[in-house]
């Protein structure tokens, strides 16, 4: 699974969707992505690229796109 | 298992090891079985060698971590070690703390910062990156360390309780926001402990707050430390959002 794949899977998983729905996806958009849904993704990202995000940076992810530009740039995750 | 090793397979992070309350938590967290990562401001040979009798003793790691709670980056930077190194955090100890004791008046507000900064701030700062660490685990206990000065109404203690009613309250929240992750948040308010806090405050000071009480006694560090192994123990496990007035009768 190459990173963009485990991305997708991650939000796919915590906001019970499916890929289609990813493009342009921002919070609090679908039910699952309120706060407490966003910190579970957080959380499953961290994990899926073994990365500590900063609080900034949890704050900031406001959308799928802002999700793959923090990551990687601040987080040098390859997509 | 035995209840001498109730923290068995666990790790806990404890705050303010290098003396008073905490290096009294480093002993009975190893004796109970746990790893120990021992947070100080700065190390000692003497410190490290006290860590590495009580690891031998107790056939545990008791790992020392430095940095200094006036300082963010120092901060992230240890806590970014833990996670560069894997280790696992089954239980976070809040324990570190400073005092300040003036009236109102008498106290400056870089007094009142720097007091939070080490007793509010910073204990926040490290939860936020190792209760996400117990997220993923969904497991964890975090134990803060308050005190009765949070709760009732002594003179001259404007800025350390306010202080510890904030991580009082703190604990409150949290413990509602983590527990669906299977994290308990807890804190143990202790009056007056026997520990080199305490005597700054002076004899006639101190001999006021524990003249209060039932017991009519200081609080020895060990006392303390057991609650916490208890609240830190899978024994506490419907304890939850709790503050513990641990004051001999107040």
Redesign the interface.
């Known amino acids: 699974m190459n990173n963009v794949e485990k991305y997708e899977k991650v939000f796919c998983e915590c906001f019970e969707i499916s890929s289609s729905q990813l493009k342009g996806l921002k919070y609090q958009e679908v039910v699952a992505w309120d706060s407490?849904g966003h910190?579970?993704m957080?959380?499953a990202l961290?994990?899926a690229f073994d990365i500590?995000?900063?609080?900034d940076d949890i704050i900031d992810l406001s959308s799928y796109e802002k999700g793959l530009d923090i990551l990687m740039k601040k987080y040098n995750v390859k997509f | 298992m035995s209840n001498s090793k109730l923290l068995a397979g666990k790790t806990a992070l404890i705050t303010g090891s290098s003396k008073g309350i905490g290096f009294k938590m480093v002993e009975s967290f190893a004796s109970a079985g746990a790893d120990v990562i021992a947070c100080v401001r700065s190390s000692s040979d003497s410190l490290q060698q006290h860590f590495d009798f009580l690891a031998q003793t107790h056939e545990v790691r008791v790992n020392m971590l430095c940095f200094d709670l006036m300082n963010e980056d120092e901060i992230k930077q240890a806590m970014h070690g833990l996670h560069l190194s894997k280790t696992r955090v089954d239980i976070l100890v809040n324990n570190a703390g400073t005092m300040t004791s003036a009236l109102l008046g008498m106290t400056s507000i870089e007094s009142f910062k720097s007091t939070f900064q080490v007793n509010f701030f910073a204990q926040v700062q490290i939860t936020q990156y190792i209760s996400k660490l117990m997220m993923r685990q969904r497991n964890g206990a975090i134990i803060n360390i308050g005190s009765i000065a949070g709760l009732d109404n002594f003179s001259g203690y404007s800025a350390y309780g306010s202080s510890k009613a904030a991580l009082m309250q703190f604990t409150r929240i949290l413990s509602n926001e983590l527990a669906s992750y299977g994290i308990r948040v807890n804190t143990i308010a202790p009056a007056l402990v026997d520990t080199p806090m305490a005597e700054k405050m002076g004899v006639k000071a101190a001999e006021g707050i524990f003249s209060r009480s039932a017991i009519k006694r200081i609080t020895k560090p060990q006392e303390i430390a057991e609650i916490a192994v208890f609240l830190a123990s899978d024994n506490a496990s419907i304890i939850n959002g709790q503050v513990i007035r641990a004051d001999g009768g107040m």
């Open positions: 407490v910190m579970a957080i959380s961290e994990e500590m995000m900063e609080t």
